[in-house]
């Protein structure tokens, strides 16, 4: 059975290994992206399920991000990840098409919680 | 046209001071005009005023006219001359004798500008000297009833302009000092969240590979103890940083049924650590029967924690601090003390404890108290100070039962 | 809220019908107040139980949903809202909100999330929007005839319904006299079963339901008598 294949599009590039490290354990396909608009291109080209997104970029907002993102056709489903966490910020995410809100820092048990409820919903 | 009388003329001088106070915000500009006019009016050769400087206990000189630099030169007058007796305060002074005068410090120098006779009118306000006029004269002559009654009253007048000035140059000085303040603590908030934020990111990987390991070391050892630490304490991380980011954000309250000694207790868990630390005892007396009132738990929480530590800073090692909750049916309120052994508040102090920026730390910004009492306002309750200096103070707060 | 009724079967559209599931006594009497002005037909409930029996008894357009309630929680109640009558939109007010239910909430299939307190402005957005959604997905489904034993049976249950309604809502029967299948749209229902109903198909009804007692059958027995008319 073909691999669910995440991409994480994180500023942060420890973020980004740390995410790698614990979902290709559990045999994950995993990408990743250090800005907006890298990001975007990747999920153009490549076919990825999830999308685990910051939304604090440095080229472009994360919410125009998610925005695009979930305007495409067979659009994968995207989990936010945040460090400025509030009601409002997860309201706007939710509203806006993501998939489910993970406030930073979290557990790589949460991690994979995140992942693996969002893709049975699909 | 008939040359105006004496009154006209004493009229025409009070008009244009007034005149001149209204039109102008420059304090000089007044004591310009009181200096030039009464002289002139009373044909003196020329005036001087002074101002008291509380800081530095001279009479300095902030108006003359028609004396020569030679003689203003010479300086401030001292003050013991002028203020020994408070009797003379409100009194004319003629001075005939310039020169066994003992407030006339420059006598040679005066004989030298022409001058003959000296007149000082005190400016007074209540019972403290804050000025000077001198008048002086190139000859020695008799005052009128009416000159003097007119002097006085340029001076009283003077005297109101003076202290007006300085009342609003204070609440200036103290408005802007608040300002800047509080300038500081909004930015300081601002920044706050901002520094929040960014730690969440470093620890975002620190709590992914410290749980990941921990699934890859032996179940049980020494590894996975450490390892559970440094999970824990990050995670002890994120919450102050979202307890600091809560504080950061406008407070709106978000009341929440919830029994208040629950909140005591999680203060005091807050700061159980400092209490350890100088062996200061907390005495809890927590009431079983207490009744559920609306409340936003992080802002009751953070008055209490404020309470807790003046408390601590109070008292010495091995201190004494209280907590009573009480349930107070009569008046349908719940009612909790935190009461210290400590070093107590003066009378003067207890004023100002809830000002905005009082402190008596120099470690303190003064605003914990000011802040708690914002928050009970918002409860719709109130906070009430008792003390007694080197003996105890206490703090009792009253919460209307509301649901 | 019926206002008026005429005897011509023209398309006047039933107002929105929101259940306001509220504890706080001011806020569901104020909310009642502003959203009746706004022409809406109002229901209030306190507790989650009682919410919960009135989605039974008809059907609601909206829900707007306080969490904290005495008995069940607020939550609860909308999951198994969303579960039995998924077309109905729900709006969160709370002056309980964190991050995690709101995004609990929304994941379920929430609407907006609004947390007190909130402005007069601010809850007639959310709800206008919300029946704006509900409007959109209302219109686009269109059931087919059933053909699956499931789908039968769906049908059945939906007839016996609306049946049911009759007897009790006194409100909910003369809207089903006046406006035919209109008053059903909110009922999974194929076209052909709403004629049935609103005609009075007596036929249709053994065929597809099956035999139905006096009382079940009391509406489609008065059709007749009007037709007859």
Redesign the interface.
């Given at each position: 059975m073909k691999p669910i294949r995440v991409l994480v599009i994180d500023d942060e590039g420890v973020i980004c290994d740390a995410c790698r490290m614990v979902l290709s354990e559990k045999g994950y396909g995993v990408d990743h992206c250090l800005t907006g608009t890298a990001g975007l291109l990747a999920v153009e080209s490549g076919a990825y399920d999830v999308v685990l997104l910051d939304m604090k970029l440095p080229d472009i907002d994360g919410s125009e991000v998610l925005k695009a993102v979930r305007n495409k056709t067979s659009a994968p489903c995207v989990i936010v990840m945040t460090g400025y966490s509030t009601m409002s910020n997860a309201i706007n995410a939710m509203k806006l098409g993501a998939a489910d809100y993970l406030p930073k820092p979290f557990t790589d048990d949460e991690l994979l919680a995140a992942i693996e409820k969002t893709c049975a919903h699909r | 046209m008939t040359s105006p009388t004496r009154f006209e003329n004493y009229f025409f001088v009070f008009r244009d001071i007034i005149r001149s106070m209204h039109s102008s915000t420059n304090l000089k500009e007044v004591l310009d005009v009181v200096v030039t006019k009464s002289a002139a009016v009373l044909n003196a050769k020329g005036s001087l005023l002074r101002i008291l400087n509380k800081k530095t206990n001279q009479f300095e000189v902030r108006a003359a006219c028609g004396l020569g630099e030679r003689y203003l030169s010479k300086g401030p007058v001292t003050t013991e001359k002028l203020v020994a007796d408070p009797s003379e305060f409100h009194k004319v002074k003629i001075i005939n004798d310039i020169w066994h005068a003992p407030r006339i410090e420059y006598p040679q120098q005066a004989w030298d500008e022409g001058i003959r006779m000296i007149v000082d009118v005190p400016l007074s306000i209540k019972d403290q000297m804050i000025g000077l006029i001198r008048i002086y004269l190139a000859q020695a002559r008799e005052f009128s009833r009416d000159e003097l009654d007119f002097i006085i009253t340029v001076a009283e007048q003077c005297a109101c302009i003076i202290e007006r000035v300085q009342l609003m140059e204070n609440q200036q000085a103290q408005f802007s000092h608040l300002a800047t303040q509080m300038e500081k603590l909004s930015s300081l908030g601002r920044m706050a969240a901002g520094v929040a934020h960014e730690i969440n990111n470093p620890l975002t990987g620190v709590l992914l590979y410290s749980s990941n390991m921990r699934k890859k070391v032996p179940p049980g050892g020494y590894l996975e103890e450490s390892l559970n630490i440094i999970i824990r304490e990050t995670q002890r991380c994120k919450k102050i940083i979202q307890g600091l980011l809560e504080f950061a954000r406008d407070g709106q309250p978000q009341k929440v049924l919830s029994n208040i000694n629950d909140v005591i207790e999680n203060a005091l868990s807050i700061v159980s650590n400092q209490f350890r630390l100088r062996f200061v005892q907390v005495e809890k007396n927590l009431t079983e029967d207490m009744e559920k009132t609306l409340l936003d738990i992080s802002q009751i929480e953070q008055v209490f924690v404020n309470l807790l530590l003046n408390s601590l800073h109070a008292v010495n090692e091995n201190g004494r601090v209280t907590v009573h909750s009480v349930v107070n049916r009569a008046q349908n309120r719940v009612e909790v003390e935190v009461a210290d052994n400590g070093c107590g508040i003066s009378p003067e102090a207890i004023e100002k404890i809830f000002d905005p920026f009082y402190s008596t730390r120099t470690d303190g910004v003064g605003l914990g108290l000011s802040v708690s009492y914002g928050i009970i306002q918002n409860h719709q309750g109130d906070i009430q100070v008792f003390s007694e200096p080197g003996c105890y103070t206490r703090f009792k707060i009253a919460l209307p039962i509301l649901l | 809220m019926m206002s008026f009724f005429t005897t011509s079967t023209a398309n006047i559209e039933p107002p929105p019908h929101i259940l306001v599931m509220e504890d706080d006594r001011s806020i569901a009497m104020g909310l009642e107040m502003i959203l009746s002005e706004e022409g809406y037909d109002v229901n209030l409930a306190n507790t989650g139980e009682l919410a919960l029996e009135a989605f039974k008894q008809k059907r609601f357009d909206l829900l707007v949903a306080d969490l904290?309630l005495p008995g069940i929680d607020g939550m609860e109640v909308i999951k198994q809202v969303k579960k039995d009558t998924p077309e109905t939109e729900v709006i969160v007010i709370t002056?309980?909100?964190?991050?995690s239910k709101?995004?609990e909430a929304?994941?379920l299939g929430v609407h907006?999330?609004l947390?007190k307190?909130f402005t007069e402005d601010q809850i007639k957005t959310a709800i206008g929007e919300a029946l704006k959604v509900h409007a959109k997905t209302s219109a686009e489904t269109v059931v087919p005839k059933p053909e699956t034993e499931e789908e039968k049976l769906i049908q059945k249950r939906e007839v016996l319904a609306v049946l049911g309604r009759t007897a009790e809502d006194a409100h909910f029967w003369i809207d089903l006299m006046e406006h035919g299948s209109l008053a059903l749209a909110d009922y999974h229902l194929s076209s052909e079963a709403k004629a049935a109903i609103a005609s009075g198909d007596l036929k249709w009804i053994n065929e597809n339901v099956g035999e139905l007692t006096q009382k079940q059958l009391m509406f489609i027995y008065k059709r007749l008598e009007r037709e007859a008319w």
């Amino acid at each position: 059975m073909k691999p669910i294949r995440v991409l994480v599009i994180d500023d942060e590039g420890v973020i980004c290994d740390a995410c790698r490290m614990v979902l290709s354990e559990k045999g994950y396909g995993v990408d990743h992206c250090l800005t907006g608009t890298a990001g975007l291109l990747a999920v153009e080209s490549g076919a990825y399920d999830v999308v685990l997104l910051d939304m604090k970029l440095p080229d472009i907002d994360g919410s125009e991000v998610l925005k695009a993102v979930r305007n495409k056709t067979s659009a994968p489903c995207v989990i936010v990840m945040t460090g400025y966490s509030t009601m409002s910020n997860a309201i706007n995410a939710m509203k806006l098409g993501a998939a489910d809100y993970l406030p930073k820092p979290f557990t790589d048990d949460e991690l994979l919680a995140a992942i693996e409820k969002t893709c049975a919903h699909r | 046209m008939t040359s105006p009388t004496r009154f006209e003329n004493y009229f025409f001088v009070f008009r244009d001071i007034i005149r001149s106070m209204h039109s102008s915000t420059n304090l000089k500009e007044v004591l310009d005009v009181v200096v030039t006019k009464s002289a002139a009016v009373l044909n003196a050769k020329g005036s001087l005023l002074r101002i008291l400087n509380k800081k530095t206990n001279q009479f300095e000189v902030r108006a003359a006219c028609g004396l020569g630099e030679r003689y203003l030169s010479k300086g401030p007058v001292t003050t013991e001359k002028l203020v020994a007796d408070p009797s003379e305060f409100h009194k004319v002074k003629i001075i005939n004798d310039i020169w066994h005068a003992p407030r006339i410090e420059y006598p040679q120098q005066a004989w030298d500008e022409g001058i003959r006779m000296i007149v000082d009118v005190p400016l007074s306000i209540k019972d403290q000297m804050i000025g000077l006029i001198r008048i002086y004269l190139a000859q020695a002559r008799e005052f009128s009833r009416d000159e003097l009654d007119f002097i006085i009253t340029v001076a009283e007048q003077c005297a109101c302009i003076i202290e007006r000035v300085q009342l609003m140059e204070n609440q200036q000085a103290q408005f802007s000092h608040l300002a800047t303040q509080m300038e500081k603590l909004s930015s300081l908030g601002r920044m706050a969240a901002g520094v929040a934020h960014e730690i969440n990111n470093p620890l975002t990987g620190v709590l992914l590979y410290s749980s990941n390991m921990r699934k890859k070391v032996p179940p049980g050892g020494y590894l996975e103890e450490s390892l559970n630490i440094i999970i824990r304490e990050t995670q002890r991380c994120k919450k102050i940083i979202q307890g600091l980011l809560e504080f950061a954000r406008d407070g709106q309250p978000q009341k929440v049924l919830s029994n208040i000694n629950d909140v005591i207790e999680n203060a005091l868990s807050i700061v159980s650590n400092q209490f350890r630390l100088r062996f200061v005892q907390v005495e809890k007396n927590l009431t079983e029967d207490m009744e559920k009132t609306l409340l936003d738990i992080s802002q009751i929480e953070q008055v209490f924690v404020n309470l807790l530590l003046n408390s601590l800073h109070a008292v010495n090692e091995n201190g004494r601090v209280t907590v009573h909750s009480v349930v107070n049916r009569a008046q349908n309120r719940v009612e909790v003390e935190v009461a210290d052994n400590g070093c107590g508040i003066s009378p003067e102090a207890i004023e100002k404890i809830f000002d905005p920026f009082y402190s008596t730390r120099t470690d303190g910004v003064g605003l914990g108290l000011s802040v708690s009492y914002g928050i009970i306002q918002n409860h719709q309750g109130d906070i009430q100070v008792f003390s007694e200096p080197g003996c105890y103070t206490r703090f009792k707060i009253a919460l209307p039962i509301l649901l | 809220m019926m206002s008026f009724f005429t005897t011509s079967t023209a398309n006047i559209e039933p107002p929105p019908h929101i259940l306001v599931m509220e504890d706080d006594r001011s806020i569901a009497m104020g909310l009642e107040m502003i959203l009746s002005e706004e022409g809406y037909d109002v229901n209030l409930a306190n507790t989650g139980e009682l919410a919960l029996e009135a989605f039974k008894q008809k059907r609601f357009d909206l829900l707007v949903a306080d969490l904290r309630l005495p008995g069940i929680d607020g939550m609860e109640v909308i999951k198994q809202v969303k579960k039995d009558t998924p077309e109905t939109e729900v709006i969160v007010i709370t002056g309980y909100g964190t991050t995690s239910k709101a995004v609990e909430a929304i994941k379920l299939g929430v609407h907006d999330f609004l947390p007190k307190p909130f402005t007069e402005d601010q809850i007639k957005t959310a709800i206008g929007e919300a029946l704006k959604v509900h409007a959109k997905t209302s219109a686009e489904t269109v059931v087919p005839k059933p053909e699956t034993e499931e789908e039968k049976l769906i049908q059945k249950r939906e007839v016996l319904a609306v049946l049911g309604r009759t007897a009790e809502d006194a409100h909910f029967w003369i809207d089903l006299m006046e406006h035919g299948s209109l008053a059903l749209a909110d009922y999974h229902l194929s076209s052909e079963a709403k004629a049935a109903i609103a005609s009075g198909d007596l036929k249709w009804i053994n065929e597809n339901v099956g035999e139905l007692t006096q009382k079940q059958l009391m509406f489609i027995y008065k059709r007749l008598e009007r037709e007859a008319w």
